[in-house]
């Protein structure tokens, strides 16, 4: 380690101290916090001043206060020691060996998986899930993810992406938009305002290819999760092009209605997306192993719904 680096790594006692001091406002009080003497905290302050080449404290006659330096350094080593903290903690108890932090899709999420995570709970009551809202590619290291639901394609950078199933869309819409707005033909549905989803700007290029039409889609309405395309699209403002098995009961309540019959397989499709360094992982492990199990059962056990 270089003569640079070892200045930019104080000791952790003396970031104690400093922690300590700093939010305290008294030597003496620090001193007690950590079972120190008071002149040990004042010596761990002046070495780490002294090693930073900067004035944390300024002293008066009725005690220290933090410089403007001082200020901004004890926030950022705050943080840090939180952190250290927790991580040790983790490591002691073995709390971070029994957690699963997944990223999930919206929809996909609260109207597919999480009505049967309860399964996967009582039969791994060890492991401790911690949810995450997550749209597109994302850095796992960054966010402090163990794993992640993916729509889209298997090509995640550095993760291994393992298939969970494919979706069916076709265009709906609200019964009163269809009284206001026939549809017979695709060409029909070419001329009304259509919904989108960001995260799928081609999904709907994809649907007028299958129905042989050449005139791209027309722009609208743009959304960032199906669940509001899907209220937007009830409230009547057009087209939507859904995903048949995440719109079901609004289909069953016929709040939405088939708007053209051409369903069309989709060109995205369902993965759970693992980080390399995380294949090895015992509580993702569990989870893809009961996930493919859930799905497995999901296709047996689905039946066309009487839309």
Sequence with gaps: MSILSRKLLPSTSALAAFDSVARLGSFSAAADELSLTQGAISRQIQTLEQQLGVQLFERTSRGVGLTQ??????????????????????VMTGIHS??????????????????????????????????????????????GLDAAIHVGQ???????????????????????????NPIHSPEDVARLPLLHMASRPGAWRHWFDHAGLSTPPAQGMRFEQFSNVAQACIAG??????????????????????????PVKSASAYYLAV?????????VIRFRDWLLDEVARYRAQEEVPAW
Aim: some cysteine.
């Design 69 to 90: 330096a001082g200020g901004t350094y004890a926030r950022a080593i705050a943080a840090a020691l939180a952190e250290i903290r927790s991580a040790s903690l983790n």
């Design 98 to 143: 029994n957690m699963l932090n997944l990223a999930i899709l919206p929809t996909f999420g609260t109207r597919w998986l999480l009505p049967r995570v309860p399964g996967f709970v009582a039969s791994h009551p060890q492991i401790t899930f911690n949810f995450a809202t997550r749209i597109g590619v994302f850095d796992f290291d960054r966010d």
């Design 154 to 180: 298997p090509d995640w950078p550095g993760a291994d992406c393992t298939y969970l199933m494919s979706e069916t869309v076709a265009p709906v819409a609200s019964p009163a938009f269809l009284a206001e």
């Design 237 to 262: 403002l057009g087209v939507a092009l859904m995903p048949l098995f995440l719109i079901d009961s609004e289909l069953r309540a016929r709040h939405l209605v088939i708007a053209c019959d051409l």
């Design 275 to 283: 980080p390399h360094k995380k294949a090895g992982y015992d509580p």
